[in-house]
């Protein structure tokens, strides 16, 4: 999932992950793999952003095309941001293997969705209870997060399956906006 960038530590870095998670959104920008290096990728990405966002394409990131990668990945950010409505007791609840809970009704549907256009998850049975290919999930993701692959579903696990299935699921049923439409002021 996309993270949010440290501009000062290694400002190369952060230009990656700042143009990769624009890149979920606008998938005319090639999906970088972030590495700290100022390479071929991350040219042909930065002439791509300055190409579709902020003319002239030059290649160089100056004061004015940084600002401007950081306001489209911002506006990428909130088009991204959590879907609501889903009822789950975000910060105190956790849900073990071998438990049930209502809340893993939402949670499974989840990913049983996510099951059809994710290889790595499996489909998921509504049971409300928590086993199964429901655990063997929480752990793939988990490890993805470099977390301890336990299985318990958390407001992490939460936070994640709801980016994932925005994505994945809602995304691929609904018509993307186009780079003029998200840039209007509103």
Known sequence: MPRRPNYIG?????????????????????????????????LEAVMVFQREFFPPVTGRVDNAVWDAVVRVYRQVLISLS??????????????????????LYPIQSMLQALSRNLKNIEPTPLTGVH???????????????????????????MQTLLRLYSLFVTRGQTPQMTRRQSLAPK
Do not use: C, K
């Open 10 to 42: 290694n400002p190369v870095l952060s230009l990656q992950e700042m143009l990769r998670t624009i890149s979920f959104q606008y998938p005319i920008l090639p999906r970088l793999i972030p590495d700290g290096v100022f390479g071929e990728q991350t």
């Open 82 to 103: 959590i879907p609501g409505g889903v009822a789950y007791p975000w910060r105190s609840h956790v849900i073990r293997p071998g438990q049930s809970s209502v809340h």
């Open 131 to 157: 086993e199964g290919a429901g655990v063997r999930n929480v752990r793939r993701i988990q490890a993805l997060q470099q977390l301890g692959q336990n299985g318990v579903v958390d407001s992490q696990i």
